[in-house]
């Protein structure tokens, strides 16, 4: 007699699924008639774009939020990017908690994973991130309700502030400010000079993509950076770093774009700030992405790869994974056997992670701008280059290229998008891991190099 072998899923394998089934169940809802406006028509693959760039905080959208969806789609596309935002391994921890049905060992381990919590303390992480979360969605919806009931209405008004406080969070970029003149996205370029906007949405980016287990660690340290584990004072000063050096090279940079016309010393200073910020990994504009300098489109799309910290809702390379490859680097150059962090030392074999991540990012990103531009011959370079940074990085900015996808470039930049929410090291485990015997170690051998 035969007995049938159980499915069991890897950490990684329930991670990516978990992932793949929200976006379907998703794109379901989205093209539910409720869920598209009278006049208006959406395409499956529509539906599941946008999906998709909900659920992995993108951004990026075929259609208008504002005028394609009704208050139904709104609501499907907004609770997809809390869900994910929070992580979905957070809400099902939550769920086994609450309905007091236990943790498995499989499900304490891919929330450990998805949330970079500690092992002993998955319901003090649980709270802090659903209370820390709603603290910081709640205050900058109210600064925004200041700006927006003024504006739209009490109604409409609360309904925006809500809106974009959890798209601004959770590093999603999706905006119900419609469409200017020329078809691009108008986002938030109305509130450029305005700080009380500005800064919010700014401030709840930076917040969202510190990351959980920062924010746990800062807490637990009472704010005293002596205190913190290595990777919270990497992740802060890296951010820190790049917030700086990024604000004064856009205002170098776009000193005389078109966008800035009319502005003072100030005001520019205040554009620049979000141009720094957004890309890492938002999608919110104050100025329009086709308006930028050349140098300014390649710190973009620089920043944009970077991205936010590990286990936060930025997307990107890392912060993490790029301060231990520049770190690595400068200890190759200079002949260290080891590789320090202040005073710690990390392992090479980290390193060679990030690298690897590192080299499958850039393989990737330029294979499918390869595709796109085969399939789309009268696309531009430029835009082709920069929409497919902005999907694995799950940035959501974009040079109007979104709209004029075709079916087969909608596919490649929504399996990219996926690639950049599960993430590239995740998704190969996923797909590749399996049980093998012992490997045996091959003869040593040197190759040329550099």
């Known amino acids: 007699m035969k007995v049938k072998k159980k499915l069991k899923l890897s950490v990684w394998q329930f991670l990516a699924l978990a992932y793949l089934i929200v976006t379907l169940l998703g794109s379901v809802l989205l093209i539910l008639p409720c869920a598209t406006r009278s006049g208006q028509q959406t395409s499956y693959l529509g539906a599941l774009f946008t999906a998709a760039s909900a659920v992995c905080i993108t951004g990026l959208s075929p259609y208008d939020i504002a005028t394609h969806w009704t208050l139904f789609g709104q609501i499907v596309i907004l609770v997809l990017v809390q869900a994910s935002g929070l992580g979905f391994m957070t809400l099902v921890s939550a769920a086994f ?48 309700m200041i700006r927006f009931i003024p504006q739209f209405g009490a109604g409409k008004g609360i309904y925006f502030s809500i809106w974009h406080s959890v798209s601004a969070f959770c590093n999603a970029g999706f905006d119900l400010m419609g469409t200017a003149a020329n078809g691009g996205s108008l986002s938030l370029t109305g509130y450029v000079t305005d700080p009380l906007v500005t800064l919010t949405i700014a401030g709840l980016i930076i917040l969202g993509g510190l990351g959980f287990a920062v924010w746990g660690d800062m807490i637990d340290c009472k704010l005293r950076y002596k205190k913190f584990q290595l990777n919270t004072k990497v992740v802060i000063v ?46 919110f504009a104050t100025t329009y992405c086709t308006t930028l ?43 260290h056997r080891d590789i320090n962090i202040g005073k710690r030392r990390i392992e090479y074999s980290l390193l060679s992670q990030a690298l690897a991540i590192l080299a499958a990012c850039l393989m990737v990103v330029l294979v499918s701008t390869l595709a796109i531009c085969a399939v789309q011959p009268d696309a ?16 959501g900015l974009t040079l109007d290229f ?16 996926y690639a950049g929410r599960v993430g590239i090291l995740t998704l190969a485990l996923a797909l590749g891991e399996k049980k093998t015997a012992a490997e045996i170690r091959r003869p040593i051998d040197s190759l040329l190099i550099g």
């Open 97 to 144: 908690l609450i309905f007091k049905h236990g943790m498995g060992m499989d499900s304490r381990n891919a929330f450990m994973l998805d949330s970079r919590g500690k092992p002993n303390g998955i319901l003090t992480m649980l709270k802090r991130i659903v209370i820390g979360t709603a603290i910081c969605e709640t205050i900058g919806a109210l600064l925004l």
């Open 293 to 335: 300098s050349d140098s300014g489109y390649l710190l973009t799309i620089i920043y944009m790869f970077i991205g936010g910290g590990s286990g936060s809702t930025a997307g990107g390379l890392r912060v993490g994974t790029f301060a231990v490859i520049i770190m690595g680097m400068l200890a190759v150059f200079r002949g």
């Open 380 to 395: 531009g370079f430029k835009e082709v280059l920069f929409e497919c940074f902005s999907a694995l990085s799950n940035s």
């Open 402 to 417: 979104t709209t004029e996808l075709t079916v087969a470039s909608s596919v490649i930049i929504i399996i990219l998008m």
């Open 238 to 283: 890296v951010n820190a770093a790049l917030i700086i050096v990024g604000t004064l090279l856009f205002l170098l940079f776009e000193w005389n774009n078109p966008s800035y016309e009319g502005f003072n010393f100030g005001e520019k200073l205040l554009a620049s700030f979000f141009a720094a910020v957004t890309p890492r990994t938002a999608g």
